[in-house]
Each structure stands twice: as C-alpha cells, then as structure tokens.
C-alpha cells in the first residue's frame, strides 16, 4: 500500500467550508495561503484547500443552486469557473493557483464529488482515453442525496477507471497535493461506495503525483475499516461537524469507536475545527456570519481530543480574522508535537462523562481529562493504571506550566465542557 | 372522494408489458385492442393499456437505455414517439389511438413514471400555466431506483401541482381512461411518495375526465391503507409479478393483509397475469420468448386468488396466440361473475398450506380451497364456519359441474399448487 | 367472526391504570364503580377493568417489582391476590367482585399478561386439562421486554391451546366480560405475537361467554390489520398514552392510517383518557399524584379526536374525584351520541398542523377542525369538500350552541391546540 | 491491557462441542486430553475447553432442554453435574480435572453463559460477598435467545460486579486457564453486550490468575472493535461455524473485514475447526454423527486460511478417531510456523472469487492463493504487488514441496474451493 508512504503524520491546513460554503473565490484562497505561509507553515499547518463546487460560476451560498450548468472540458471533466478563479482561464485549470501556493511552501488540496457530471451524461459527452462516452459508464442508481452535479460511475463499464485514470491525470498535471472526495464515505441512500473507491485509489495510483486522499461525509462505517484503510489517507469519521455542543459531545464515542484503526497514512478524520470567523458565506449549521459559538472551555476541550487523537486539523474559520486566543490555539507547540509524535492513544475509561485518554511519546505521556458533562466533577486517574511507579509533576500543555507533584493519583475538578492535557515524564 | 364514483368493480383489460416490455409499437396494440373487442369485451376485459416508455425511440426490450433522449413537447411532457407509434405525428399524442380503441368499445391507458424528466430539468424547460421551469420544481433527492427518465416532483414548490395539472389535461385531450403511474406505490430508496400521489389525485380531480389511477410498483405497505384508499383506484400489492411459484406462493400471504382495505372503487392489485405467450420482446422474469412457465394447476389457483380476491385483471400475453385453454381461463362467466359481484372475500384459515377463502354473493356462498405445498393434501371446510346449516351441493366454477352432496364438511384432495373453487346455495 | 357480534359500539368505562399503577385494591374498584353506576352508566359508560398485577401482592406503584412470587392456583393460573382484593378468597376468585359490579348494572374487566407465569414454568406446575405441564409449553425465546411475570407459550407445543382455554375457562367462571391481553399486541423484541392471538381468540371461542377482548400495547403495526379485525374487538394504535402533548399530537397521525379499519366489533384504541386525579400511586408518564396536566384545549381536542374516530373510551383518573369540568368532558350527550352512532369517519385534511375530520350521521354531518400548531391559526373547509350544498347553521357540540349561518365556508380561529365540533345537518 | 500479555500466540486446542453438544463427559475430556498431549503438544496444541451445560445433569445432545434444573452452589454460581463429571463430587468443581489436564502439560478451559441462573433468581439465592441476592441484580429484559439457563447482570446494580468476581474467584480457585463466554458477543435481540463484557473483564483482572477470555458467538460487530480487544482475548467474526460450503465462502469476507484489529493478545476467532469425527452427540450444523462433509479441496482452504488470517485454532472433532488425514492438517510444522510467527497478514485482492492473501514472517513472504468459485481458475499474482523484485522459487507448504521458479508472476490453476499456500523467501 504505496499510499501509506504519504500523510505519515496527520495532514494539517485550512478548507474554505466553514467560512464560504461553495462560493470561495481565488483572492481570498491565496489570501488565506499568504496568512499561512507567514504565520502558521512554522507550526505544521501546510495544506490549503478548496471545497466544493468551484465549476460553478453562480454559487453563492453553502446552499447549492441545483441543476445548474457547471464549467466542464471536452473530456467531461469539472474545471474551475473561470469568473471565481481568474487565473484558470484559457484551460490552465488550478496550476496557476497550485504554482502559487507551491511557491508559499505551502500544499495545494481541491474537493470533488463522487462520479461523473450529470451534464455530461445528458449531453452525453467524451471520455479522455475511451471510446466510451459518459452515458456509458454512468451508474443509473446512484446520485448524491444532497446535490445535484454527479451521478455516481458503474466500475462494472467500460470506460470507468479511463474516466477516473483522466481525472487524476488532470489533477496531476496541476499539481495537486491533496484530494477530498465527497459524497462517498457514507450515503444516506446507499451506504459507503465502495468500488468507486477502489477506481479512484488505482486512479491515483497511476497519475504519477502522490495525492492525499481524503474520503467525505462521514460517518464512514467501521464495517468498512479494513477498505478505508486500504485505500485511503483519511476518511471522515461524521456527518457534517459544527460549532455545537452536541456534536462535539457525539464525537468522543467516534473516536473511542475508531481508535484501533489508525497509523502512519491512514487516518480516522474528525471534520474540519470550525474556529475563528466562520459561516461568512455559509448558512450550514443552523448559523450564518459568525465567531465559533464554542466556549473557551469547549475549543480546549475540542483541540485536545483532536491532537491526542491525531485526526487531521484543517482550520474552518477565515485565517485573516483570526484574534489571539484563536492562534493560541493553533501555535502551541507543546500541543503539536504530541499530534505530530505521540501514538497508542486511548480511551482510558469513560464514566459519568469523565473521560480519560492516553498517549504514549518517546520519553513522556500524555493525559487528557474531559469533563463532557454539564456540571462541575472531579476526573481523576490512577498513576498504576498509566503503569507510572513514580512520583511525577505534571505539566498542562495548553496554560504552559508545571503543576504540582503527584503521587498516586492525577486528579482536577473541571468545569463542565472543560477539560485538561498534561505530559508525564515517563 | 369522487374517484370512488370509478371502477366500481375491479377494473380488467389487456398491458403490453409481459409481452413486450418497453416496446410495444401501434400496430401491436390495435391487433389486441382488435382481439379484445371480438373475443373478450363480452366477458367484462375492456381497457387496453400502453406500458412504460412510449416515448423512447429505441427502446428494444425490458432492459431501459439508461439516459437516452425521449420525445417530449415544449412544456417538459413526455409524448408518444412517432417512430412506434405513427398517428400521434404532428403533434397528436395519443388522440388517435385511443380514437381507435373507443370505437371499439374499449377504453384506453397509458402509463408514465412519476415525475419530470431529466432530460427537460438539465435543458430547464418550461411548464404550461406557470412561470416556473422544470429546474426549479424537480426535487433534488429523488430518482427512481431502476429507471433513469425522470427526477421526482417537489410538492413544496411553486409550479409542481401546475405540472401535474398540465400531465393530465394532455391526457384528458388524449381521452385516456386509465392511467398507471410507476415508481410511486413503493421505491427501494424512498418508500412511498405520499405528496405527489397526492399531487397526481388532484391532477386528475381537476381535469375533467374520470380516469382511472393505478399506482405501480409494490408491494405497497399497509401502513399507507387509508392514503392509498382516499387517493387511487388501485394500487399493487407486490413488487413486478412473473409465472414463477414462489411469487404466486407469497401472493395468497399479501391478499390477506390487504383483504379488509377493499371495496368499489379501490382495488389491492396483485398485478397482472402473466399468461400465454410472453417475453416477446421482454427478458424480466428471468425469461424471454416462452408461453407462461405457470402448470394448469397453477394457473387455476392463480385465476382462482385473483377472482376471488376481487385484485384487478390485466392479461399479460399477446391475445392473439391464445390458444383454448388459455382463453378458458379469461371467458369462464360463472368466475367472472364472482369477480364483479362478490363482497366479503376473506380467508377463513391457513395451516400447513393449506388455505381456504370464502366470498358472499347474494344468494351463495363461494368457496376456494388451496393446496400451496409441495405435495397432495387434503383441505377441507365445515359448513358451520360457513355459517350453513344445511346440506348443499357444491358446483365446482372451473370444471362447470355439480358436486356431490355434502352434509358437514367440504373437503377434497388436492394435487400440489392445485384449488377447486365452489359456488354453494345459501 | 362471532366476536364481531358484541362491542358493536366502542366500549367506554373505566380503568385502574392511570390513577393506581399495578396497585388498585377492591374498595377502590368498587368505590368506582359505585360511581360509575351513579353518575356516569346513564351516559353509556359501563366497563369497569382491573389492570395489571392483580396477582401481586406487594405491589406498590406503577413499577414492576421484578421476579417476585405471584398468587397462583394448582394449574399455573394467576389469581387475585387475597391481601389486595379479600373477597378473592378461599379460592373465589374475582367472582364476588365480578358479581358486586354486575348488580351495579355494569360489566366487569381484567387484564392479564401473555403467556404462563415464570414461576410455574420453574416450579413446573400442571396445566388443567392437559398432561404436559408448565415447562413443556412455555415458549423459550419469549419475554415481555418491561415486565417479568410471564414467558410466552409455545403454539406448536401440546397443551399450549389447552392452558389458554383453561384460562378463559376460570375467567368465564368468575363471569369477566371484557379481557385486556397485554405484551402482544406489539413488542420492542418480537413485533405481534400473532400465534398467541390466535390461540387467545379460540379460547374465547370456546369458553361459553361473550368477552370483549382488547389488545395491548400499541402501536400495533398495520401490516396485521386483518389479522387484528379477524380476532379481537379493539387494539392499541399506540405505546403508552399519558397527559403530554408530543403523544397527543401523534395521535392524529395514528388515527388516520387506522381510520378504514374500523366497525361494529373491531376498533383501534387511541388508549385510555388521562383526564381528572392521576398519577396517585403510578409513576408512569414522567409526574406522580397530579390532576391532568392537558390544558382545557387540549382536553377538548382530545375527546373530539377520540369521538368522531370512534376509539373505545376508557376514563383513567379516579372517577370519585372529578370536578365539573371533567364530568362535562363525559357527559356531553351530544358528542357521545356522535360516539355511538356515526360512521364513515375520516381525515378530510392535513396541512400545516390544520386538521379536518368529518364523520356521517343519519341525517347529521360532524365535523371537526382542529389546530395542532404552536400558534394560533384560522381553519377551514368548504361547504362543498363536504358535498353540502346550501347553507348550513352549524352547532357547536361542546359549547351547545347554534353558532352564525354559512354559505360556503366553515372558517374558525383556533388557539393553539384547540379545536372546534361542530354538527351540521344534512 | 494487562490481558494482552496472554494469547500471545492465536490459542490452539481442542472443544467438545462440534463432537458432543452439551453432553460432553469427563472420561471423554480426558481421552481427548491423552491424545493432544502424546500426539498434538509438541505441534502447538495445548487448550482442552469443555463446552456449554456441564451443569446440566440430563443433557442429551445439542438440543438443549429448557426450563430444567442445573446444579448450583450455595451462592448462585453453576457447578459441574457429578453425574458427568464424578471427579467434581464433594463440592471439587473442575479442581480434579484441571489438575489431570495440567498434569499432561495441557491448559483446561471451560464455558460460560453471560449471566445468572434463572433458577437462582426465581429462588432468590445469595450472591457472594454481597448481601444482595440474585433477584436483586438479573436484569429483568435480558435473556439468551438460544437458551434458558441465565438472566443477563444488570451493571447499574449493587451485588452485579460482586457476583461476576465471585465466578472468577470460583474459576481461579479451580485454575481455569480458560474461559469461553457465551450469549456476549452478539445477540440477535439485544447486539453485543458491552457492559456485561466489561464486568467479566473486570473480574478476571481482579480473580489473580490469568485466563484467556473468548467471546461468542458472532457476528461480533466491527463497530466493538475497540471495546472488544480492550476487554478480550478473541471474540467470534461469525454465529456458528459448521461443515458447511457456504459458512466458509462467507468466512473470507469475515476474515478481510477484521484484518486490521489483532495483534498479540487479542484475535478475533474464525471459531472451531469442524473437522474429522463430529456429529456424535450434536445435531447443530443439520447434520448428526459424521466425518467432515467438507472435501479434502475444502478442508485445505479453510485451514490455510485460519492460518495466514491467524485464527484461534480449536479442533472440534473427537481427537481419537482422526485419521491420517486429518492428523496432516493439524502437524504441519510450516504452516503451524506461519500461523504462529507471521504478521501483517491481509488480502491483496478479491475477483470473481479469485483471493489473494499475504502474509510476512522474517525472512519470507507467505502467499495464499484461493478460487472460491464453483468452477476450475486460474489465480495469480504479481511479484510487484508483493514487492518482491527478483525470482523466486516458491514453496508448496501443504505438499511440501519446492515449485519452478517465477520471474513476475505467480500463477497457477485451481480446482472449485482449492487454495494453494506458498512460502517465498524474501
């Protein structure tokens, strides 16, 4: 499994979903890269990428405008419209956006939904390197549940892998780094799309560029680890993540469900940290222009299960806006290098909505103390059950300092939603 | 609910689909119509019914050409395609065919897929009576599962009901007498779609012409009994049924379930028979060209069910090869007359396969006994749970001879899948 | 069906549940009783039922005590616990009780569980009539999922039917007309037991009296309507029903899937009316000793749902301490004249939390607008939708007034919850 | 995890089930015990587990009888039946027959039900070191839908833990190396039982000696994956497992779907090797006393593949009656090598029923070649996707050969349900 050999630590970077919905345009792409580039490419945060629907000329919300004509090659292919993203014009595509984020030191990512443009199969377009054409090897039962730009692609016709060898051929030659591939992890309608799966991991595969592939919505089911990880880098364990507590709360069972099925180039994805300035061309989430409904206490409590965790970090808000407390959370280095180094996270117990997790570092571990209930309690940890004989001084990683000595028992009162992340020295 | 005021009893007629899938031509049509009229009318069969996809040029058997052109009129309406059926050139649809079948007593109906087609939603055409197009009715989530014709209608939007008013109002101008929408009564993704049935009914309520409403496929669940009761005229209580055992085995189970939402008006379908010379042109079924696989036993018990259960009558076959036998099935007046005129079916028990339904009329009581294992048995009745108490003599319907006399219990010996069904004198 | 022959209207009475949990003594069912047949017989009320654990000594509140002994006779037949109902002793039974409320003029109910107690089963007792014995018949794989008294019994086992006729036979004994059979009707485990139903209804058959037998708990699935109508007088459409809108709201719904599956002898059960002193020693519904916590609009609403669809009507709260209010809702002659005597009920319309139920008299139309929304709301429905043609001058049945003249449009305002019975003559 | 300190190695040995159902005796333990420790322990082979009932005195086959009476100490916990087991008379337990099997240089294993007797809970007996009784802890909707010897523990009560512990305490004090748990894994009415799971864990940690725990049956869920290895050492991927064509197809699916959760400590368990003489007091699998139905092809295939996936290896057949046959498949030191020092295993790929599986050991590359089809295949693979970048000279382990020489593919004809298991150095 070649792929394994990429996205050997969990991918970090920014999405314009949270913030523009479908309507990114390529100012404020290369807006976000440049804010990057100065103030976070230091810390890890590497990738930018574009989300959904970046061929439609017209779209102007997180709401899809459905039906409408979306800007496409002679091959059937989505190409970038060109009144959204001008440097595309004359059939450059995105390399001219990827050139310049590449020369940022930065990654360059897109978005795709599952299959074959529904226009091309009405007007019954061509494939690059078939002579098969789109009608052909369109699934007749399959669409997405939620949009209306594809029908799915039967892996049993002729043509189909040509068509998904020609996408990534595309994609390579404008240099993408990063694929996100939607409407496939999970369907409401049809449950996890398998075979397409498999074409666009052989698709990749061939292209000649390493590509990471990151499979969406979730939640992808478990039933499926062993193809997941098979064939993918990451793949989302959730429906759609926002700034509600609820959804938060659910996420703990998520990552306790799929903490045995990860490692170096696979890895079981969270959804994307919607913090900072988000929902500014977005009404998904039941909110429009905002700052993160999150409490101070929950961003904690979220970055916390996410760094231990290792899920992918991919940054919602617009970067620009960010205020300090927001870069605190994303500039702690303490924080990032258990992400980028620790392994062996676990669910330690979880009772009465205290929970306790684990992770093992080189010389150190780490422990987290959740508190996900709606009042005051006191979680605490044995030091035998971290197999630690000795007395030890815990240090909380997001406050920066030494805590006072412990023998026997780690052990804070936390606020509800509140949490704590210390390191041990083993 | 004035389409109660319809089909007062169960409707019978001819449908081009075990015969000649999604393909029948004019010609074929009037040959039946034709035959009907000569040979069948006498008997009560009277409507004579165009099945899926007259409005696709090429299509060649059962099996659909997935997203191919279809004939439509500038108003997003399906229409006749002219190749197959030539007197609906310039614009006449089908006005002078179901001319033809009126002349000869008979009565006309069509079939179509609920819904607007796909083909108008990506050219957005427009609607008659509105401003609206088909891109801004068409519901975004909804397809059929088989069938790649059209998407779903939005009752939620403006200009939905003004489509389906304009659907029927070309039917009314047509003068169609039946109308058989598919992909309604039942959807593997989407379960019943209750609003546009609702839509479709008052379609029909405010075009000016009784037409009688069939909803396709099944099984439709119980759980819609009084929907399907205020809404069609009869609706199918099992998914595509072909001259296979097993499905006529799990018919007597579902005419159960429906044996008390019944009555003039509204008719539980078990579909239609699939007898005599099939598959013509039609490879579902897991068959082709063929005379019906069913025995003459079960044959008997199939005509037997459907009779006495009062399901509606659509002959399957191309009449013109009926042979005698056959025929005997169709022309038998005593049957038939339990079909118009009996109330109350009921099963009275089902043990071991053996079943027993009984129906009143107004002067005698009819019996059917089944045998629907795999090896002889005897079923019998007692006259006490018929409610008579004295001796009769049955007459058996299909073999239009008396019986001998019987005091307590009925009871005869049965070959496997083989019934005998009585009349007896209150 | 012979049991269509009694229950030719819906029953109406009273019954333990609601005000005593699993606890009712004797003093109470006779203090109520002696109420009953005071001020309410006159009105049509006349059950007076027993609910559950009658056999339980120590019960305490409307929580089962798992597992504990229950009073049994020799033949694995529960009887009435002599500390709770003293004059059950010396082997009486509930006949002396049974026998004080038939002087009364009215009728007498139990209710009793599915199946053979656990402890006979363990202790493995005898089975009157029948040499096998307790184990041999008792099913394994056969709980209630909230109750511990009783495995279900095994219809393919020998002395199977001959316990459930042994049943009966004690209950006709102590001359029981009404019968409510708990844990079969529908079961979070198994769905329906429809073989105990049946066995159930032969017993009934069999034993020599005329009972009313009712099915519990709800919602029994319409996929066995027939199978419902075919063996009992009246079934639960729904689970528990207490005093909470959320369930109030969802009887609509109910009552219109069931609203063609009704008549003389057979009626869906909308359960018991929640109304007047409740809770006194139950613990069901989420709230203790309490008067109903509908508001008066919403009591209204109720009954008028309850009486034009024709649902038994079982009074639930303590009858001796209802007010004037309470006694309003069962004293209206007009509306339970609607209750007994009309026919062809049905939903007339559903949009936007706006209802209309009409149902026929002899020479009266009855209809019902209601507004089940959270805001106030106008509610209509023309004169034609009920096929009147002239001006009508409607009464309202709860207000006993003739309300203003209309030509062709019934048209009220309707606070939130509320709703209006109206009568019209024909 | 301390518990991933055991099983480090898949467990391999014998069960008394798929030969004598719930009847095994004593005698026949320790004939079984002889021959594994002359002829099988220097393979590998070393559990001797008796299976479910040795409780029940009057068992005659597989069939369980319910309802009837299991011998039980003073505190609710389920003893040997002396009749079967004379050793365990004077209160020894399996004491004596541990000890004989321990003496041979063999481990002793035996099988649990989840749960309390239901005869403690109907008789109230006491629960060690609680002054709860048994009735206080059953939870009352909990039952084995198979069999009807236990209630399920109800985790939230006082005396739950308490009772589990003291079963352990008893197995400890017995030295049960051993312990299979049944009704757990998978329930068809109420999924897994994860909480009852936790509490067994729990007591063995706290019971003082080590002892591999096996959950049954399955289909555990992949969606437990974590909970069952933090809890277990091996848990089911499947309901029983027979000779039975079908059952093996369907165990490749299994095994891939599980391929990414096991490692030392922890297995999920493709169950029990129905091989040689079984049937002789069972009647599961539809079929009685017997050799394997499975062909020499067949029996090849399976156990290739329980030994590249690295299944727990359980023989089910009567060890005595092997035959030379049987005895290869169980001696061969190659494939018993792989099976317990390779890793990594995975299918490569799956087509048309041609499978490919790998696995690493040191200094080789294990490579199974499978055709599940119905008819003859040819099933290759190339080095490349083994990463093997020169020629090989490929070693049949079953025929115990070296085969010619591959430069880039291997490749090779086989029969219906034939497999071939190569050994390849790297």
Partial sequence: MNHHQYALTPPMGWNSWDCYGATVR??????NADYMA??????GWEYVVVDIQWSEPGAVSSAYRPFVPLEMDEYSRLVPAVNRFPSADNGNGFKPLADYIHNLGLKFGIHIMRGIPRQAVHQNTNILGSDKTARDIAKPNSICPWNTDMYGVDETKEGAQEYYDSLFKLYAEWEVDFVKVDDIADSKLYGTHTEEIKMIRKAIDRCGRPMVL???????????ASLLEEN????????????????????????????????PGFWPDADMLPLGHIGIRSVDGGASDRFTRFTKDEQITMMTLWSIFRSPLMFGGELRDNDDWTMSLLTNEEVLNMHRTSHSARQVYRKNDKIVWTAEGDSEIYVALFN?????????????????????????????RQLASVNSEIRYDLSPHASILLKINK
């Fill in 214 to 224: 990151s499979l969406s919505p979730g939640p992808a089911p478990l039933e499926h």
């Fill in 26 to 31: 390529e100012d404020e792409v290369k807006g």
């Fill in 372 to 400: 996900i209930s709606d009042r005051k309690q006191t979680v605490s940890i044995s030091l035998d059950e971290l197999h630690v004989s000795k007395e030890v001084q815990p240090r909380d990683l997001w406050n920066k």
């Fill in 38 to 43: 100065k103030h976070l490419l230091q810390y």
């Fill in 232 to 263: 993918a880098n990451m793949w989302r364990m959730t429906d759609d993540y926002w700034d509600l507590w609820e959804l938060l709360y659910n996420m703990f069972d998520r990552c306790y469900k799929w903490s045995k099925n990860r490692g």
